[in-house]
Structures are given as C-alpha cells and as structure tokens.
C-alpha cells in the first residue's frame, strides 16, 4: 500500500468519523429537545394538577370564610345591642330610682361612711367619761 492510498483511506475514515460525530450530535440535540419538550408537558401537567387542586380548596374555604365573617358581625352586632340595652335601661332605673328617693350607691357609701364617723367618735366619747 502506497502513501497515496493511505491517505485516501485515511480521508475516508475522518470523513466517516466526521458523519458518525455528525449524527451522534444531531441525536444528542434531539434528545435534549425531548428532554425540554418532556418538562414542558410534565410541568404543565403538574401546574394544571395544583390549579384543579386550588379550585376545590377555595371552593371549600369560601363558605368557612363567609361564615367566620358573619359570625364577627354577629358577635359585633350582639354586643353593640347589648351595650346600648344596658345604658338604656341604667339610665332608665336610674331615672325611676330618683323619682321614688331610692339613695344610689355613692349616697349608700357616703351614709356608711359618716355612721363610723360617728360611731368612732361616740365611742372615744365613752371611753373618756
């Protein structure tokens, strides 16, 4: 074999090379296009899962929140009504209290405290004659 028909051979051989490196290549590409092509449809899938998810959730989670919500306003209202039934009818007793001479409770505290007054003083008093 001469030098000529080596490097004829030689050629050959890189150029096959070359269109094996080609190919594989062209592979590598494609599969790595699949990989992403995968991930997409994966990642969708997955995303409209959670989605789906998410709707039976809020769906469930809506009532409860309306419900706390009125059950607030409920309380709020409650209260509120209670308050101004409890002013009214103190500034209603109050009222009829006064009207009959009913002493109020300060009056009742004034009174006790000026009978000890009064009851310590007799008692030095005794105590000294």
């Known amino acids: 074999m001469n030098v000529q028909e080596k490097a ?3 050629k050959e051989r890189v150029e096959q ?5 080609g190919s594989r290549a ?3 590409w494609l599969a790595g296009l699949g990989v992403a092509g995968a ?5 969708t899938a997955i995303f409209e899962s959670l989605v789906a998810k998410g709707r039976d959730h809020e769906i469930h989670l809506q009532p409860k929140a309306l419900l706390d919500e009125a059950t607030r306003r409920v309380d709020r209202t409650v209260h509120e009504v209670g308050e101004r ?3 009214t009818f103190g500034d209603a007793t109050t009222g009829l209290f ?22 310590a003083k007799l008692t030095r008093m005794a105590s000294e004659a």
Do not use: H, M, Y
């Open 39 to 43: 991930l997409v449809e994966e990642t």
């Open 17 to 21: 090379l070359g269109e094996e490196v």
């Open 8 to 10: 004829r051979e030689a």
């Open 98 to 119: 006064e009207r009959f001479g009913v002493p109020t409770r300060n009056e009742v505290r004034s009174l006790i405290e000026r009978v000890e007054k009064l009851n």
């Open 26 to 28: 062209r592979n590598l």
């Open 85 to 87: 039934a409890k002013s």
